[in-house]
């Protein structure tokens, strides 16, 4: 019996390291499908009135100091990250327009994050039946 409930367990921790570090074809899928339910289920008043949590500004603060990458490198350019949370939220609604003046690369992110959807699909489907056991047929009767 404690075999069995480690080894359920171990299974479990493995699961969730494989869907946290998107290192499979299912996790992928099910962590981007989640993704897109999430952001088409949560109310737009809560990404509108919420935190801004810009990639640059907030996670790489070390590297951009704080700041959107609209300086140096970057200058004159407008950040490829800001609104795009919110700009896929609104494309998952139907507002193609408040989607592009949110961000103006909205569309293209949602097309690769559904190519990649459908590319890590296939390759699931694909592992998936290759593992599918054999049934064996029996011989005379």
């Given amino acids: 019996m404690g075999k069995l409930i480690f080894k359920k367990l171990k299974r479990v921790k493995t699961l969730f390291l494989e869907f946290l570090s998107f290192s499979s074809p299912r996790a992928i899928v099910f962590n981007l499908l989640f993704i897109l339910i999430f952001l088409r289920v949560l109310p737009l008043k809560l990404l509108e009135n919420g935190p801004r949590l810009c990639v640059f500004s907030r996670i790489l603060e070390l590297i951009y100091r704080g700041n959107c990458p609209t300086s140096g490198l970057f200058s004159g350019c407008a950040c490829p990250s800001?609104?795009?949370?919110?700009?896929?939220?609104?494309?998952?609604?139907?507002d193609l327009i408040?989607?592009?003046?949110?961000?103006?690369?909205?569309?293209?992110?949602?097309?690769?994050?559904?190519?990649?959807?459908?590319?890590?699909l296939i390759l699931f489907l694909r592992q998936r039946k290759a593992k599918k056991p054999k049934v064996l047929k029996r011989k005379g009767n």
Avoid at 82 to 94: D, E, S, V, W
Avoid at 98 to 120: D, E
């Fill in 82 to 94: 800001c609104g795009l949370t919110r700009g896929i939220a609104h494309l998952l609604r139907g």
């Fill in 98 to 120: 408040s989607a592009y003046t949110l961000n103006k690369g909205v569309i293209l992110v949602f097309l690769v994050i559904l190519i990649a959807i459908i590319w890590n």
